[in-house]
Structure formats: C-alpha cells, structure tokens
C-alpha cells in the first residue's frame, strides 16, 4: 500500500518540480520540501558548484540520503533530476505516492538555456537533455504513479492536474 501521506515529485531538471511542488504543497496544506536545496544547505555550496569542482560524487552521497530522508518525513518532497539513479531512491520511492512531471526536451533545453544555468554534463543543452532523459527516463517512468505532461501548462494547471490525479487514486484505492 502506497503512503499518500508522501507525494514526491520526480523529473528531468528544469520541468518545474520545485515551482509546482510547493504549489501543490501550500493547496494540500503540506509541507514542501526541495532536495536540492537541502543537499546544498548541507554541503554549503551550489549544486552547480560541486560539477564544477569536481564533486559529484560528494553531492550523489549526500543527495540520496537526503532524499530518503525526506521521503520518510511526509508532505510534498520534490526530488533532483539525478536522485532516480540511485537504487535505494528508487526502492523509496516505491512505497509513496510518485508523480513523473514529464517535459519535453525541447521545454528542458528552453528553460535551461533561459535560466543560464550551466551544463552539469560539459555537454551542449541539446545533447544533455536528450542523453540525460534517455537513460533516466525508463526510472522515472518505473517508479511513478502518475506522468504529468508539461509542455503547454502552467504551475497552476499542473498542480490542479496532480490533485485530481491524487483524488482518483485516493478513491480508487477505498
């Protein structure tokens, strides 16, 4: 049995898991949180900074335990793009209610270029996006409850689309 009480966001970066996150947090009620933020918090640096200092490693470690920390704690729990590679996040994330945002990739590399945020992988925007959602994809799609297409909607649709999906399941499952 799924714990609804945990409703975890997953997706490529740059798909607006942290925006709608906390959207759909404040109309639950719930608390919000961005592993992102807190592996940052907890490392002291920029996530960006750690690529470029040579540290993925250091951010992967810190990251899964994060997240399944945060898993564990309840409410709307956004994850990183990157957090699905790990098994145990996978193995988490199973046994609470998991939302895929899927956007395209053509979305991705706009917003990536828009947010001049910087590759993660060396790599052109185009070229990260399209190797980075191949090899991810199949997880996020494996580990999810429901996939919300992005492409086209706003925050606000986004998190009234995840609510009713979170409704039909909560009734289903009665």
């Not at 704690?73 to 990183?80: A, E, I, K, W």
């Not at 909607?153 to 409704?167: C, D, G, V, Y």
Request: proline share 2%; net charge negative; with cysteine.
């Amino acid at each position: 049995m799924k714990k609804i009480e945990t409703i975890a966001i997953v997706g490529m970066r740059c798909a607006g898991k942290s925006t709608v996150g906390a959207l759909l947090a404040q109309k639950l009620d719930a608390t919000f949180v961005d592993t992102d933020r807190l592996v940052e918090d907890h490392l002291g640096v920029s996530i960006e900074d750690l690529f470029q200092q040579g540290r993925e490693a250091e951010f992967r470690a810190a990251e899964e335990d994060i997240c399944i920390q945060a898993l564990k704690s309840g409410g709307v729990v956004s994850l990183g793009g990157g957090a699905i590679a790990s098994e145990r996040v996978r193995r988490a994330l199973w046994c609470v209610m998991t939302v895929f945002m899927d956007a395209s990739e053509n979305l991705i590399v706009s917003r990536l270029e828009k947010d001049g945020r910087p590759s993660l992988t060396g790599q052109p925007a185009s070229m990260e996006a399209a190797g980075v959602n191949r090899m991810r994809r199949p997880w996020y799609m494996d580990v999810s409850d429901f996939v919300i297409h992005v492409d086209g909607k706003t925050p606000e649709q986004l998190s009234n689309e995840i609510l009713r999906a979170i409704k039909g399941f909560e009734k289903d499952d009665e």
